[in-house]
Nanobody, 121 residues
Framework: QVQLVESGGGLVQAGGSLRLSCAAS????????MAWYRQAPGKQRELVAT???????NYADSVKGRFTISRDNAKNTVYLQMNSLIPEDTTVYHC???????????????WGQGILVTVSS
């Protein structure tokens, strides 16, 4: 069973920083593209950032220049460094991968459980 486990969320004041981590558990051969999503109440789900298996990145306009997505393939982990946080960043963040190849087979569209980020004004 493949699991994605997020950590690093919490409460921070506006202008501060947080670093989210998302680690895949179990025996992993490889992980495809990874992403961070967020969805605030009453708003559509937003794709925050993506990173390919080769390290190419893309960002939502709302976080461009403030957030950085990265990955450590040796640790099967993706990170989201969040700087210059604003109250509008407050919501639950989920990590996602399009596919995880394991000895048991290929798992598609695997999601983490979610982690709360709260930015106070």
């Amino acid at each position: 069973q493949v699991q994605l486990v997020e950590s690093g969320g919490g409460l921070v004041q506006a202008g501060g920083s947080l670093r989210l981590s998302c680690a895949a558990s179990g025996s992993i051969f490889s992980i495809d593209d990874m992403a961070w999503y967020r969805q605030a109440p009453g708003k559509q789900r937003e794709l925050v950032a993506t990173i390919t298996s080769g390290g190419s990145t893309n960002y939502a306009d709302s976080v461009k220049g403030r957030f950085t997505i990265s990955r450590d393939n040796a640790k099967n982990t993706v990170y989201l460094q969040m700087n210059s946080l604003i109250p509008e960043d407050t919501t639950v963040y989920h990590c996602n991968t399009h596919g995880v190849l394991t000895p048991a087979g290929l798992y598609r569209e695997v999601w983490g459980q979610g982690i709360l980020v709260t930015v106070s004004s």
